[in-house]
């Protein structure tokens, strides 16, 4: 059961009435386990399928063909694959298969996305297009959310 709250200086309240009645179910001198994690932004999020977008259609033309990178998906995977968001494993032709995580909501609170963010700027500046700021990057990137 997940239960959504507001952090207090009392303590955390549920945030809606559902909530309120789930917590109700609970008994008075329970044990539960807790889980805390911050909600995803949706507003970051989109942020983020800029910054994808954006370096897709600025990708240098070498870096397209030597990552056979043909459309926005495929960007996306060369961030997870770059920023090590993948499990590898050896089927049984010996072949080797690559799944990549998930960056869903569910997949992933703000804190970790906010660090798989940064990690796609670092890329973006570092390896995938050189010489560009910092801050004309994001700059770009809010005005192409």
């Not at 298969?97 to 973006?124: H, K, P, Q, T």
Request: charge should be negative; proline fraction near 3%; hydrophobic fraction near 35%.
């Amino acid at each position: 059961m997940d239960i959504y709250c507001r952090v207090t200086p009392y303590g955390l309240v549920p945030l809606y009435d559902s909530d309120h009645d789930l917590k109700q179910r609970l008994r008075v001198g329970s044990t539960v386990r807790c889980r805390v994690s911050q909600p995803r932004n949706y507003e970051f999020h989109k942020k983020f399928f800029a910054l994808v977008r954006l370096t897709y259609d600025n990708l240098p033309l070498p870096l397209v063909e030597r990552w056979n990178i043909r459309s926005v998906d495929d960007m996306l995977r060369r961030f997870k694959r770059d920023l090590g968001y993948f499990k590898s494993s050896v089927n049984e032709l010996g072949e080797r298969e690559i799944e990549y995580s998930s960056i869903s909501f569910a997949a992933m609170d703000e804190e970790e996305f906010e660090r798989f963010y940064n990690g796609s700027v670092n890329l973006v500046l570092d390896k995938y297009i050189r010489g560009l700021e910092r801050e004309d990057l994001l700059t770009e990137v809010e005005h192409f959310k």
